[in-house]
Structure formats: C-alpha cells, structure tokens
C-alpha cells in the first residue's frame, strides 16, 4: 500500500507537508525563537525581518513563535476529535446496522435531528454553550461529525450484511457480536478511513473558524484563527498578522486533502484516477 | 408525487421540534445570565430577581420550553432582550443579506467549478488537468474567511475597487450594494468551486465512458456536439444535490464571512446575539436556518426524483 501511494506524486507531496505540520507541532519549543507570549510594546507591528520570520503583532509577539505553538490546538482538536467521532460514531453505525428495526430506527432518527442543522452552526452553538476553550471545541465537532460517521458506517454495514461470508458466518452459528466486529468491521473499514482524513481536515478548519469567531482558546494563548482574528483590524498596517497563519492553515489542509486523495485510490480501487 | 411530498413535509415537524429543543437545552446550559447583560454585574439583586421573573427564567426548563413552542407555532417568537424588538422582524431584515450571499456563492462555485470540471475531464491526465486538479484543492482547503481577508487586502487596501466596510441595502441602490456583495461572495463561492469541480471532472469522466456517449462519436458527430449535446446534462445531474446540499454548508459559512466583512446578515446576528446572551434571537435565528437548511434538502431530493426518472421514492 505504502508503494502505491509512493507512486503518486501528489500524494507524497501531501505526505511531505503533513510531515513538515507534525514536526512543526512536536518540536515548537525547539523551533520557536521567542516565546509566543512574550509582549514588547517596542517591537509592535513591526513586519517580517531576520529576527521576526513573520513579524509581529499588535502586543510585538513573535508570530512566527505563535504559529507554530498554535498548530498544537489545530491538531489536538482535530486529532482527538476525529478519533472520538470516528470510534463512536462507527461504533453506533455498526449497532445500527446489524440490529435494525427500531433501534435502527430510533438511531438514525437522532442523527437526522443533528444533520439537520449546519455544521458549523451546530458547533457555534454547542462551543458557545459550554464555554469557549479547547476542550468545548473538542465536544461540538465531537457531536457534530458523530452522527456523520454513523451514517457512513451504517450505509456500510448495510451493503455488506447481505453478502454470502457475512450469511455463511451466520449460518455457522458465529454469534452478533462475532459476526458485527470479526466479520463486517473490518471490510467497512476503509471507506471510514478515507472519510476520516476528509473530516480531519474539515475539523482544522472548523476550529480555526470558531477560534476567529472568538469561541477557542482564550488570549493570549495563542491559536491559527485567533491569530488571525487578532490581525483583521490591522490588515491595513500589517497585513501579515493575518496572512500568515492562514496559509498555515492552507498547507496543512491542503497536506491532508493531497495524501487522503492517494489513499482513496489505494483504497478504493474502482474510483482510481477519477 | 403530491403524497410524497405532503409525507415528507408532516415529517419535518418533529425534526425542527426536535431541533428547537437542542437549540433551547444549549441556550439554557450557556454560561451567563441575561438579566446581568442587560442591568449590569452591579444592578441590586431584587432588580436582577423581578427582570428573571419577568422573562420567566425561573420557572423550570420543560416549562419554558412548552411556552416558547406554544408561542412559536402562534407565530410569536418573542421579543430581544437587548434591542426590544420582535424577534421575527429582525430576522426577516437580515435574511434577504445572508440569503444573498449564499445564491450569489453558488452561481459562482457552479459556474466557475463546473466549467473548471469539465476542462479537466475533457483534458484527462494532461497539464490542464493536473494544473485544475490541484487548484481544485486548493480551494477546498482554504479557510474561507482567510480568502475573504486576503480579497479585502488585495481589492479593498491595495486597489481599491472595491468599498472596505459598510453595506448598503439591495433596494436602496442597487449597483452600490452589489459593490458589498462580490467579495463575500467570491469568498465563499471559491472554497465550494473546489468542491464542484471535483465533482463535476469525476461524473464527466464516467459519462464518458458510457455507451451512449460511444454511439454518438461512432455516428461521426462532433467532440463539441458530443460533449455538449450529449454528455453534459447527465454529468451535471449530481450537480443538483450537490448544490442543495452545499447550500447548508453556505448557511453556516456565511456566519464566519459576515463577521468577516460585518455584513447586517442572519449568521452575524447570531453571532453578536450569544455573546450577549439574546436567547429568543437565537433560538429563532437558528430555527429559521436549520428549518430553511432541512426544507432545501428536502426539495434537492424531490428535484433529483423529478430529474432522474429512476429515482423512485415509496
């Protein structure tokens, strides 16, 4: 799997800049030249040079030093929070799946009520009602991406239930359970996969939009679209407050996007090179 | 058909109940009292306690919501704690700017993706394609309102063609609103583009590849004639969902942009009304966007049966 996608090109780029976001996040105490809180009045607004990479902001903190340490939250939220959609809402999916009737019914119904509002708006909402902070932020793309997932893996489980193994494992007495998590789990499995790198990447730019709208980690803990809030009433006097961090943003996204391509192809053959 | 679409709509009722019972639980758990935002921290507590009665915040949460629901299908939505005003009027003043946005949007992402798309396919596999494939992502993986930031600083601070902030109504002057319009607009509608034309290159390439597209070409007709009278209207069928589908997404965008660019729309309201904890704003304000958002779904599946002839719905 790991030649084929080597083969791609594009993937590789994306394998390269999402390697590049990885390190940037692990080792930002070792790359950062100033430290991201640090104020100084003195050197306020004072655009990109030797000293400050990227320049530096209203209170004269590095960005440089601030974006790197605000990749951190980007990818903590993401990262948990796809795992904890991703592991729940898989795990209601197969429930739902297998069992059908009513508590399929009753599953999917509720999933219906959480699809039914815009995402975004839905996570404004549950962000602003536990308080702003990371771990509120955590929670809203939590609920909002759960019941996406359990939809997809429900599709899933449906289409593979009614294949021959699945009825020939039943037949052989393999109890629910055996059956849902020896048998349909894992050839469910890759569709997940693909749909999870789209939403890890839908869940950075997500928070980076709660974050601007005032709804993450709180200043001066430094965050991309707090980062970039902060530079919006300054794009005239220096631009690269807000620049900057977004095109971090861009990078790592698109990383992920290029690289979750590849794997569509290695993963799912029949749309290959589509 | 009627049937159907007569089912489906009864069937709306309990989700958008359902979905003003969250949008009130959240509401409920928000940190932050309403009476202490609009007296002040140090207003003494018998005020603070008569205005809670008043808005009828200490009675239980069941209660609340039974009233705010029986008033709700009356068509009363309540009044704003911070501006005074009935909650329905303020929302229907700021629709129109967010609706606009959006429509706006999607002419573009369609327009500008689904041309982009079918470039692409036509050109499979060569420079073209790549060069379109990879802009493509680019766009998806843009934060929109970083994109309207950059058009702000490139059309509005450095060029000036483009006016930096205010807004004017459409039904004032038309051509100055329109001015307030493109870059919000374009903002939201290039991130989508990326996502239209992905979609578009991928069903024109298996239309393509079907047979009826063979016997077209083995008649002799066209490439042009081929593509055109032939192939593009089946692989911009999935465009129609797509589109209804997206348009939800833009809803929510639309928040972000017009924070960005401080339009007077919906998603702003909503924005400025939590923080200062206007509770019957938003929970109108949602209701009326989730409630638009579930009924565009609904018509995007009832447009794709009446499009499709092998869509059937039971």
Not at chain 1, 108 to 133: E, K
Not at chain 2, 77 to 98: A, D, K
Request: a positive charge.
């Amino acid at each position: 799997m790991i030649k084929r996608l080597a083969r791609s090109p594009l993937s590789v780029i994306g394998a390269l800049f999402i390697v590049a976001f990885v390190v940037m996040t692990v080792a930002a105490p070792l790359l950062a030249t100033h430290d991201p809180m640090e104020l100084s009045i003195a050197e306020r607004l004072q655009p990109p040079s030797t000293e400050h990479f990227l320049g530096t902001d209203v209170y004269g903190r590095d960005i440089y030093s601030r974006v790197l340490y605000g990749s951190r939250i980007s990818v903590r939220v993401a990262v948990i929070g796809s795992l904890l959609a991703f592991f729940s809402g898989g795990l209601l999916g197969l429930v739902s799946g297998m069992a059908g009737g009513r508590v399929d019914n009753l599953l999917m119904r509720f999933a219906d009520v959480l699809l039914a509002f815009p995402g975004l708006l839905l996570a404004i909402g549950i962000s602003a009602a536990l308080g702003t902070g990371e771990t509120s932020i955590i929670l809203a793309l939590w609920i909002v991406y759960l019941p996406r997932f359990a939809r997809l893996c429900r599709a899933a489980v449906l289409q593979v239930k009614g294949l021959d193994y699945v009825q020939a494992a039943r037949s052989m007495g393999a109890r629910s359970s055996r059956v849902a998590l020896r048998h349909v789990g894992p050839n469910i499995v890759s569709p997940l996969i693909i749909q999870a790198s789209v939403y890890f990447s839908e869940m950075i730019l997500a928070e980076a939009a709660l974050s601007f709208l005032g709804l993450g980690a709180p200043p001066p803990t430094p965050s991309w679209g707090n980062i970039l809030s902060e530079g919006r009433d300054f794009m005239r006097l220096a631009p690269w407050i807000s620049v900057f961090p977004g095109l971090f943003i861009l990078f790592s996204v698109l990383g992920i996007n290029l690289f979750g391509d590849g794997l569509r192809d290695v993963l799912d053959p029949r749309d290959s090179g589509r | 058909m009627l049937q159907i679409v007569i089912l489906r709509l009864l069937g709306l009722i309990p989700v958008l109940i359902a979905i003003s019972f969250i949008t009130f639980l959240l509401m409920a758990i928000i940190p932050g009292d309403p009476a202490v935002v609009m007296l002040g921290a140090d207003a003494p507590p018998a005020s603070l306690d008569r205005l809670r009665s008043q808005l009828g915040l200490d009675r239980p949460f069941l209660e609340r919501f039974g009233w705010w629901l029986w008033n709700a299908v009356r068509g009363d939505l309540g009044n704003s704690l911070y501006h005074q005003r009935p909650v329905v009027e303020m929302i229907f003043n700021r629709l129109p700017v967010t609706l606009t946005i959006c429509v706006f949007a999607t002419v573009i992402s369609v327009v500008l993706g689904g041309a982009a798309g079918i470039l692409s396919a036509l050109k499979r596999n060569r420079p073209t394609d790549h060069a379109v494939r990879v802009l493509s992502l680019v766009g998806l993986s843009m934060p929109e309102f970083w994109l309207g930031l950059l058009l702000i600083l490139l059309f509005s601070v450095h060029w000036q063609i483009f006016p930096l902030t205010g807004y004017v109504a459409l039904n004032v002057d038309l051509l100055r609103s329109l001015q307030y319009y493109v870059l919000p607009s374009f903002a939201l509608g290039l991130t989508l583009a990326g996502f239209i034309t992905r979609l578009t290159r991928s069903s024109m390439l298996e239309t393509l590849g079907q047979d009826y597209v063979r016997t077209a070409r083995s008649k002799g007709l066209r490439e042009r004639r081929v593509v055109l009278g032939h192939a593009l209207a089946t692989a911009l069928l999935p465009l129609v969902t797509v589109v209804g589908l997206n348009f939800g997404r833009l809803l929510g965008g639309a928040v972000v942009i017009e924070t960005v660019f401080n339009l007077p729309g919906v998603g702003r309201l909503i924005v400025l009304a939590i923080t200062q904890r206007d509770f019957p704003v938003v929970q109108a304000a949602v209701l009326y966007v989730a409630a638009l958002y579930t009924i565009l779904n609904l018509l995007t599946d009832l447009s794709y049966a009446l499009l499709d002839p092998r869509v059937r719905y039971q």
